[in-house]
């Protein structure tokens, strides 16, 4: 990159970070802790490696000592859900689109001990195996110009939500009970609805496609969505209940298209599809088979509220992988995963701080 684009890109993220620094400033009570997090966003930003914990963070601001930025996380007065509702009016400011997706999915933040919050040893979609790790459910912004996270939830195993002696130490509000990872997801998109967030598309995999309240909240608020659904799921055709595996092999040769869901990293996701018809006139059973390999499979049980074409499907279905990105980038350059709090609201207001910064990336 030429010098003069290096310094207009620094300019115009300083111009960024100052309207965000100035949107979430109402949000800390003193100048101290304000101070603190506008410094602990923008190190997040600057610092690179692995690592971005409070001494690094600290370093990167000048501070000769963490405790600023210990202190912000676990002591200062200021209220994180304000600070996330605030984030998200700046991502709308500028990514706000009526045909946006918002997509679902949850990443393991991997960890060594047993003290963080929530930190069980449960799946780790990172690696697929059972992992020592806490688990966050979010939901993304989607549109053709950009992708940031917008909300998420901490997912607490059910043991944690029954030792009171680990809700004590940890600082678990007392009315925080055991939820799914479907519950707290359909609870992010209720919200997103509530609060008028304009979008028009809901995707996620297949832990969220199983959840029939999931659905039925999307078509409830005149939402469409493409969920992806396992090979045992079941839907009603009129030729009776199926199993996607079965509805498959029903599909005549000339039914399949190839198309394109979206560009990758190595050019354009072509595969073949299939979109099967079930009893109801808003429903269908979208299947997509690898070109190189017609055995592998996969199904999305799609709803939408009006008339839709095929094309339009399988684009939401491409649009699930963004998170993706989101998460890559949220770890590798916003220091997403890069800590290890023990307590509640320090994992939160992190969490909040690093979706600034990503934020910040994405605009």
């Not at 689109?97 to 001990?113: M, Y």
């Not at 030792?163 to 009970?177: F, L, M, N, S």
């Not at 709803?303 to 279905?317: D, E, N, Q, R, T």
Request: charge should be positive; include cysteine; charged fraction near 20%.
């Amino acid at each position: 990159m030429a010098v003069s684009a290096m310094v207009e890109d620094s300019a115009w993220l300083g111009k960024l970070r100052g309207e965000l620094c100035a949107l979430i400033a109402p949000v800390f009570a003193q100048a101290r802790s304000r101070f603190a997090a506008f410094a602990y966003v923008a190190a997040l930003l600057a610092v690179t490696g692995d690592r971005k914990s409070c001494w690094q963070l600290g370093e990167q601001a000048g501070h000769a000592t963490p405790r600023r930025m210990q202190a912000l996380l676990a002591e200062y007065a200021w209220d994180w859900r304000a600070a996330l509702e605030r984030l998200q009016r700046f991502v709308l400011t500028h990514l706000a689109d009526p045909g946006a997706i918002l997509v679902l999915d949850e990443t393991a933040e991997l960890k060594k001990g047993t003290m963080s919050v929530g930190v069980a040893r449960q799946h780790a979609g990172i690696t697929g195996q059972i992992e020592n790790c806490q688990t966050v459910v979010f939901l993304a912004y989607v549109t053709a110009r950009a992708h940031t996270l917008f909300n998420f939830r901490l997912y607490l195993p059910k043991p944690w939500c029954a030792d009171r002696w680990q809700r004590e130490r940890a600082q678990i509000p007392g009315d925080t009970v055991f939820a799914t990872k479907t519950e707290q997801g359909t609870e992010m998109v209720t919200g997103a609805v509530a609060a008028s967030v304009p979008f028009a598309w809901l995707a996620g995999d297949e832990v969220y496609g199983r959840s029939s309240k999931l659905r039925t909240a999307c078509e409830d608020a005149g939402k469409g969505y493409v969920f992806a659904v396992p090979v045992n799921f079941t839907v009603t055709t009129p030729a009776g209940r199926k199993k996607t595996a079965a509805l498959a092999r029903l599909v005549p040769r000339a039914a399949w298209e190839t198309r394109s869901c979206g560009r990758g990293c190595k050019g354009h996701r072509d595969y073949e599809w299939a979109l099967v018809a079930t009893s109801s006139p808003r429903h269908w059973m979208l299947i997509r088979r690898k070109i190189s390999a017609p055995a592998e499979l996969a199904f999305f049980y799609c709803h939408a509220p009006g008339l839709v074409s095929l094309s339009i499907l399988i684009k939401v279905a491409g649009k699930r992988w963004p998170v993706e990105e989101c998460f890559q980038q949220g770890k590798g350059q916003a220091g997403l995963d890069q800590h290890q709090l023990r307590l509640w609201h320090s994992f939160h207001r992190h969490t909040v701080l690093s979706m600034c910064a990503l934020a910040l990336l994405a605009v």
